[in-house]
């Protein structure tokens, strides 16, 4: 099936030798997204995470032949923040999904669960703050592969890297309302994305 997609796949596996195993998990993290589990934690989330988004930094590093233990550490953070970042930024529309990716011992801590996360309130924003500083710092973890890619993957890596940090800060604006509104990256944002890139620094 789909000889559209698989067909120029096998093409691309074949001639930069991508790790099919790679492939595979993300494939397996699609199949459990089909049955909207609940996540117990964070380590079940972060789980999850290392199938459905860090086999893409990997394929990445991958392709850009960086292939040390550092390296693989640090893309798995940022590729895990990206994930979560999208998470918190979509609270608002994936509960009507049937899809809720708060770790349910966070919720509990702020005295909510699943039904209760339908509406703002001071109680949700509390928990949206610690999720968003919660993925704050697994992203300034990570960023400072930025400096080790080549070329144009670096400058990419950059620019993804903030783009996930802006959502935070939009999130952070909005008195961390994220059920009532999903914050979102326009034109507009693309000067202060290519500055604060610009000038990231090593020490990060």
């Known amino acids: 099936p789909w000889p559209q997609v698989f067909g120029p796949l096998a ?3 074949a001639a930069h030798r991508l790790p099919v195993a790679l492939l595979a998990q993300l494939l397996a ?11 117990p934690d964070r380590a079940a989330l972060l789980d999850y995470c290392s199938r459905s988004a ?4 990997r394929l990445l590093l991958h392709l850009a032949h960086v292939h040390d233990a550092e390296a693989i ?4 953070a940022i590729c895990s923040a990206l994930q979560l970042i999208n998470f918190w930024q979509d609270m608002s529309v994936d509960h009507r999904r049937g899809r809720f990716y708060v770790p349910l011992v966070d919720a509990q801590r702020h005295g909510l669960d699943v039904e209760s996360m339908q509406h703002d309130s001071p109680a949700s924003r509390a928990l949206v703050r610690d999720l968003c500083t919660w993925a704050r710092a697994l992203m300034h973890q990570g960023q400072p592969l930025v400096h080790r890619l080549p070329g144009r993957f670096g400058w990419e890596l950059r620019l993804v890297v903030q783009g996930g940090l802006r959502i935070l800060d939009k999130i952070e604006a909005h008195g961390f309302n994220a059920l009532s509104r999903r914050p979102t990256i326009g034109a507009s944002d ?8 610009l000038w990231m620094q090593r020490s990060d």
């Open 190 to 197: 693309a000067p202060l994305l290519l500055w604060r890139a």
């Open 11 to 13: 093409q691309q596996i």
């Open 54 to 57: 860090n086999p893409i930094g």
């Open 73 to 76: 550490a640090q893309s798995d």
């Open 29 to 39: 993290a699609f199949k459990q997204d089909t049955h909207n589990p609940l996540y």
